[in-house]
């Protein structure tokens, strides 16, 4: 229990300590803060003792959790009978989290299990990501969704 007295004289003492560090020095500290940071890279393969042959490549049915197949610009599940334009999405965001943000026509191809080049050219374009190289080397950010 504090006395009223002991209340005075805790807010006069909060008026006379010295200040530390003027504003001005706090929003500098911010900012270099800021402009220092740096996400941390974390292999999370290595960490967790997993080789990247053991990663199993495919798009998986959101109903069903079988495999999809790329037909006709959308994804079918021979299982469930599901169609679904944006299944990929998840498999992509897989793909960032194990390996990179980054991936070319190439990597998404095998990584997808689509043969078709033009394909997936049209998934990683309709990503409406930010892109990367010139066209013979170009790559895709993938966006993840806000709750990873
Ligand atoms: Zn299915």
């Known amino acids: 229990m504090i006395m009223s007295e002991g209340v005075l004289n805790y807010i006069n003492k909060l008026e006379t300590t010295p200040v530390v560090c003027e504003k001005s020095e706090i929003s500098q500290l911010a900012f270099q803060l800021k402009e220092a940071h740096q996400e941390k890279e974390v292999d999370i393969l290595a960490t967790m003792g997993i080789h990247k042959r053991d990663i199993i490549k495919g798009v998986q049915c959101p109903h069903c959790e079988n495999y999809m197949k790329w037909h006709r610009r959308s994804w079918e599940c021979k299982d469930c009978g599901e169609r679904n334009q944006r299944a990929h ?60």
């Open 89 to 148: 999405l998840r498999t992509l965001e897989d793909y960032a989290l194990l390996f990179s943000p980054l991936i070319n026509n190439h990597t998404a191809r095998d990584f997808l299990m689509v043969d078709s080049a033009s394909s997936v050219k049209r998934i990683l374009t309709n990503l409406k990501s930010l892109k990367t190289g010139g066209r013979k080397f170009r790559s895709y950010y993938i966006p993840l969704s806000p709750f990873q």
